[in-house]
């Protein structure tokens, strides 16, 4: 994947490692940036979080954030990449998944194909978006690791 690809050389330059925290991707964008051949380089570690208390337990994302909020919400996937980051802030790159791909779980206020991904550089404020994806529950996946890998090469 070119985007994949693109990010390492991002990563290599900036002298910076990688590390995601995965829900509904379930472990899809980590495979995607691991067939770029060199990414040992810059890949330190990553997490395939789908239960609310993985999140908690593995990233230290709080119950109550969780309980609060739900899983696919902005309040989860900030608090995923910061605790992705967690003693290694000013040289990690983190990226945080989280969403419902279907083709059941949606509600009125989240329907399937809604994503939330997180992107906490180095030295910055984390931030996140929300996409709504369409198609399958993989289109819906493939669509999610495209925008995430992505997302620390826009401006």
């Known amino acids: 994947m070119k985007n994949a690809q693109t990010l ?17 991707t379930a472990g899809s964008l980590t495979a995607a940036i691991g067939a770029v051949s060199g990414v040992s380089e810059v890949l330190d570690r990553s997490w ?15 119950l109550e954030t969780l309980e609060t909020f739900g899983a696919v919400s902005q309040e989860v996937v900030l608090a995923m990449v910061e605790g992705a980051v967690q003693g290694c802030e ?9 969403g419902i791909a279907g083709p059941s779980g949606g509600t009125k206020d989240k329907p399937v194909g809604t994503v939330w991904i997180a992107l906490k550089r180095p ?13 399958s529950r993989s289109e819906v996946q493939k669509q999610a690791v495209k925008q995430a890998l992505a997302m620390p090469l826009q401006a």
């Open 48 to 62: 395939v979080t789908y239960s609310n208390q993985a999140k908690h337990e593995e990233v230290h994302v709080p």
């Open 8 to 24: 390492m050389l991002y990563l290599q330059k900036n002298n910076w490692k990688l590390r995601c925290v995965e829900s509904c």
């Open 123 to 135: 030295s910055q404020a984390a931030i996140a978006q929300c996409f709504h994806f369409d198609g």
């Open 90 to 98: 000013d040289n990690t790159l983190a990226l945080a998944v989280s």
